[in-house]
C-alpha cells in the first residue's frame, strides 16, 4: 500500500519556498530561502530537538532544493522557478493523528518553518496545517523500514539492551560457566530496573 509499510507511515511533502527578500526580525535583510536554511541549520538536534515531543515519530528530515543536478550533455541544463522545502518523516499511525499531534506539541516551530513556504498563512491553526500538508503531500510508493511493526519505544529498548550488552559480553569472555550464569543473571536484573530510553535518545 502507497505510503505504508506495516504499522509504518511515511510522509513525504513538498513546499514551495517564497521568492524575495524581508527584513527580518533582527533588522537584517535576508531571503527567504536564506532564513530557512539558517533556521533549520541551528535547530537542536538528538533529544533536544523538537520532534522528540512527538514519541511516534521514527525520524523526520528537511532538505531544501534550490537547484537541480546537471550531469552534461547530451542532458539539458533546468532552471526551478523557486526553491522547494522538502519533508520526509516516518512514524507509527496514520497521517491526520499525526500531523494533530504534531501542532499541538511544536506548533511554534512548524509555523517558523513553514512562514517561509508559499501560502502557509492561507490555513491556519491544526486543521489548516493539515490541509496544508496533506496538498503537498506526494505518495511515497516504496517505503522501505527496517522494523516495520515496531514502535519507536521497541526500537529505543532494542537499541538500548544491544549497547548495554556489548560491554557485558566483553568482559565475559574467558568466565566459566558457573560465574557466567551469575554475572547474567545480575546483567538481566540490571536491565529490567533501567529506565527506559526517552523518545530522541543518542543510543
Known amino acids: ?22 527584513t527580518s526580525s533582527d533588522g537584517y535583510e535576508t531571503s527567504y530561502l536564506e532564513n530557512l536554511q539558517s533556521y533549520l541549520a541551528g535547530m537542536p538536534q538528538a533529544g533536544g530537538g523538537p520532534f522528540a515531543r512527538a514519541p511516534i515519530t521514527h525520524f523526520s528530515r528537511f532538505v531544501v532544493i534550490d537547484r537541480l543536478g546537471y550531469n552534461g550533455e547530451p542532458s539539458k541544463a533546468e532552471d526551478l522557478r523557486s526553491a522547494y522545502l522538502l519533508w520526509t518523516c516516518c512514524f507509527n499511525g496514520d497521517l491526520l493523528t499525526y500531523l494533530g ?5 511544536m506548533h511554534q ?7 517561509h513556504c508559499v501560502a502557509f498563512e492561507d490555513y ?15 505518495t511515497t510508493s516504496f517505503l522501505f523500514a527496517d522494523y516495520p511493526d515496531a514502535t519507536v519505544e521497541d526500537v529505543l529498548i532494542s537499541l538500548q539492551l544491544r549497547k ?40
Open 124 to 138: 491556519p491553526g491544526e486543521e489548516g496545517f493539515t490541509r496544508y500538508v496533506k496538498y503537498c503531500q506526494v
Open 109 to 115: 516551530e512548524l509555523s517558523e518553518i513553514f512562514e
Open 164 to 203: 548495554n550488552f556489548m560491554p557485558f559480553a566483553r568482559q565475559n569472555q574467558d568466565t566459566d560457566a558457573a560465574t557466567l550464569r551469575a554475572n547474567f543473571e545480575k546483567w538481566v536484573r540490571e536491565v529490567e530496573d533501567a529506565d527506559p530510553p526517552v523518545p530522541g535518545a543518542v543510543l
Open 1 to 22: 500500500m502507497p505510503d505504508r509499510n506495516g504499522s509504518a507511515y511515511g510522509l513525504t511533502a513538498i513546499f514551495p519556498i517564497k521568492n524575495g527578500r524581508f
Open 101 to 105: 499531534g504534531l501542532y499541538a506539541t
